[in-house]
């Protein structure tokens, strides 16, 4: 086997490396270069990227597409930039904002791993005949004793990015290869400078790619005007507060903005897309101790059904993207899977992922997630 666990001599083995035109993926694309690996760059264009060439914070933009081509001319590496902008629009921007109009909080880079990145690119690199596909993200796999390869968080904890991968699924990640896993970010950009690319020193990106200056409500209000009918600020003891312009421009657990005098901080707490009314109310209201997920994606060598039975089975999950695993019990009724945080959480809201680790070490394997179909705070449940 080589380093990729292909059984075939380097050389002969074709690589496509997703580059975005940021370091970590230029980084991936020099490292298996260097190692004699056939490889293969491929960049997406995922929207118009006109009014953001000069935006920093945001990838797949116009100058990330020329970086990238820099770069593979310096790797001396041939490269392939594939318009998918309507495709994206399709499969991201509009789910994205369906989302939000229903007065949930999407996670938009979840849904481009899912259907873009893993499916189309997939498809991409396998008419180039490589036999696997690189990425630059922060994970790391590797073969079990069954064959299947399984998915860990990375060595370097501030960039673990296995929260925006939980739905990739088993074929998927047979298929994938995550270089960097195993280093951290401070090694990549030295190995960047040791490599001569001139963006060793270039900015992550920050920003949901397609949002300018990560104004969300915008990209909304185009799509469904109706999103910004005005309605009622409600507090949970049922006074009519104030009104608001819409309830795209509110997400659960916001303290800020929200236009209305009172003496105490509020915070909001649930909003009700069918009645246009945003429900807000103090800190403690936004506890929620247990989710309903949709979508579940698992992939863990027992099957979910199975370690759930019974009382459920204790796992490590995160809520959010910047928090770290807590401890839950997941359980399933019918079809249903339910996860109860052992120690609650403040501010859920639907649409956002519930990812699944088998325990709380800092390389921990993933067992997949699922997305928030419903998230009740106590003072809502019965």
Partial sequence: MNSLDIAKRPEDTRVVVAMSGGVDSSVVAGLLAAQGYDVVGVTLQLYDHGEATHRKGACCAGQDIHDARRVAATLNIPHYVLDYEERFKRSVIAPFANAYQQGETPVPCIACNQSVKFVDLMEVARDLGADVLATGHYVQSRRGDDGRRQLFRPVDGDRDQTYFLFATTQSQLDYLRFPLGGMSKAAVREM????????????????????????????????HPEAVATGEIVHLDGRVLGTHDGIVNYTIGQRKGLGVAAGEPLYVIKLEHKTCRVIVGPREALKTHTVRLRNVNWLGATPLA?????????????????????????????????????????????????????????????????????????????
């Fill in 306 to 382: 199975e370690l759930s039975a019974g009382n459920g089975a204790p796992v490590e999950v995160k809520v959010r993207s910047t928090r770290g695993p807590q401890p839950a019990v997941i359980q399933m009724q019918g079809d249903e899977v339910f996860v109860t945080l052992v120690s609650g959480e403040y501010g859920i809201s639907p649409g956002q992922a519930c990812v699944f680790y088998a325990d709380d070490t800092a390389t921990s394997e993933v067992w997949g997630g699922g997305f928030i179909a419903e998230a009740v705070p106590q003072v809502f449940a019965a």
């Fill in 192 to 223: 960047a400078r040791e490599m001569g690319l001139e963006i060793a020193e270039k900015h992550d990106s920050q920003d949901i790619c397609f949002v300018p200056q990560g104004k969300y409500a915008d990209i909304i209000r185009k799509m």
